[in-house]
């Protein structure tokens, strides 16, 4: 006798997860958001059965995507300034704009963000801004899987005035989704050079208190490393790992300007790093020593950062960069090897997230799915699934997005977003900020 299911989904090419072998004319049994069953569509047919199967036909199924890093509202600020280095850039571009930001608007940049991160495969995000309670709002209404905090520096701004306030923003948001399977909060101090000791330890505490993780900017530039011997005599990594941040539960966002013994540090702590290359390479603010860290066994996650620095928010050109860059730094073509960049933008960076879950497709897991239209030109023909992940796709080659068994992208059309009228907000918030 057959199962009754939720949906079923079938393909003419699966793969489960980075490394794993692919599977041809293969099938997704899903119930109730989760994966309940997957191999030859062969079997899953015969002891599957529901009313809702979409067959894809020529399509390469694959695990969602996962942005470990991002500012979602800042694609706003697409275009608005390139070409700069990053304290002129934050200065006279970016945070003057920020100064306007209200939360109506932090609300329509999320969903901005969540309407191409979702079309281009990205099941899940790691979001560090202002306004985050609006941010989560959308992002629970929309559907997409998210982990977020309120950025938390001393500076007034518009999202609060006091940094007592924005630890009671952090603080309400880590409570208010305590409870939901989708979106979840986190602690998000932006930078060293933005807080204080102080603020870093109440940081720290509040993590623990709520067994949520840490994310920072750190060691993004030589320029932060100099700043931060200057005021506290230590570099970025020292001083953190003795204000006690330096646990498996944090993230530490860039990680560019590090020495060998402070990868082998973070390895023995089990800090987990985002690896941002676009963002790092448009700022110029340097490369991260990838390879020495996966070599480590530190967890590396990919993450797009901010449209206003990338200017996009695509992991398939997040992980083809990845991949070419480190080969021609390094001076090798067998580092950030495909399987290890697949891994980075998927498994890994869920670990990142503290989610163990989703980023593979596998029975029990979330249902987080994606499919690439394996009739387009670039990935003619189908030879390694893999490969063409990583060195042939990009965002437009997605036609098919599903988060925890709910199809919310396919063939061109949000089921959860009214896109027409998401354009005409952004429009409107153009001309007035
Ligand atoms: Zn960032």
Same mark, same amino acid.
């Given at each position: 006798m057959s199962t009754l299911c939720t949906t079923l989904v079938t393909a003419s090419c699966l793969l489960p997860s980075a490394g794993a072998s692919p599977m041809y004319e293969a099938s997704i049994a899903i119930a109730d958001g989760t994966i309940l069953d997957i191999g030859p569509s062969s079997r899953i047919m015969q002891e599957y059965h529901t009313e809702n199967h979409i067959d894809l036909g020529q399509a390469l199924l694959l695990p969602g995507l996962v942005n470990t890093h991002t500012h979602a509202a800042m694609t706003l600020f697409r275009g608005l300034a390139d070409d700069l280095p990053l304290m002129q850039w934050l200065s006279e571009h970016i945070w003057p704009k920020e100064a306007k930001l209200t939360a109506h608007a932090a609300e329509v940049?999320?969903?901005?963000a969540f309407a191409e991160m979702i079309a281009g495969g990205i099941t899940q995000f790691c979001d560090m801004y202002l306004f985050e309670e609006r941010v989560a709002r959308a992002a629970d209404?929309? +559907?997409?899987?998210?982990? /977020?905090?309120?950025?938390?520096? /001393?500076?007034?701004n518009p999202s609060y005035t006091a940094i007592e306030e924005g630890l009671a923003k952090a603080e309400a948001l880590l409570s208010q989704y305590a409870n939901n399977d989708r979106v979840t909060g986190?602690?998000?101090?932006h930078a060293i050079y933005t807080t204080s000791p102080e603020l870093l330890e109440s940081c720290r505490d509040m993590a623990a208190q709520y067994h949520t993780n840490i994310y920072i900017h750190a060691a993004e530039t030589a320029q932060e490393t100099a700043m931060c011997l200057e005021t506290h005599g230590k570099r970025p990594i020292a001083y953190l790992n003795d204000l006690g941040l330096l646990t498996p539960h944090t993230v530490l966002v860039h990680c560019v300007d590090v020495t060998s013994e402070e990868i082998e540090l973070l390895a023995e702590r089990g800090v987990c790093v985002s690896h941002n290359p676009k963002?790092?390479?448009?700022?110029?603010? +340097?490369?991260?020593?990838i390879p020495a860290m996966l070599e480590s066994?530190?967890?590396? =996650? /990919?993450g797009t950062d901010g449209a206003a620095s990338n200017n996009k928010l695509d992991l398939f050109s997040e992980m083809n960069v990845c991949a070419l860059l480190h080969k021609g730094v390094g001076a090798d073509p067998t580092v950030t090897r495909a399987t290890q960049v697949l891994d980075m933008a998927?498994?890994? =960076?869920?670990? %990142?997230? +503290?989610q163990s879950t989703s980023g %593979?497709?596998?029975? +029990?897991?979330?249902?987080?799915?994606i499919a690439l239209d394996l009739s387009q030109p670039n990935l003619v023909p189908m030879t390694n699934p893999t490969s063409h992940a990583v060195y042939a796709a990009d965002a437009g080659n997605v036609r098919f997005t599903m988060i925890n068994g709910?199809? /919310?992208?396919?063939?061109?059309?949000?089921?959860?977003m009214d896109y027409p009228l998401l354009l005409r907000e952004v429009e409107e918030l153009q001309a007035s900020m």
């Open positions: 940049g999320a969903m901005l209404t929309v +559907g997409i899987r998210a982990v /977020l905090g309120e950025g938390l520096f /001393l500076a007034p986190a602690v998000m101090p963002s790092n390479l448009k700022l110029a603010s +340097g490369v991260a020593p066994g530190i967890p590396v =996650g /990919l998927t498994r890994a =960076g869920a670990a %990142c997230l +503290g %593979c497709l596998e029975k +029990g897991n979330a249902a987080d799915i709910k199809v /919310l992208y396919f063939d061109g059309s949000f089921t959860t």
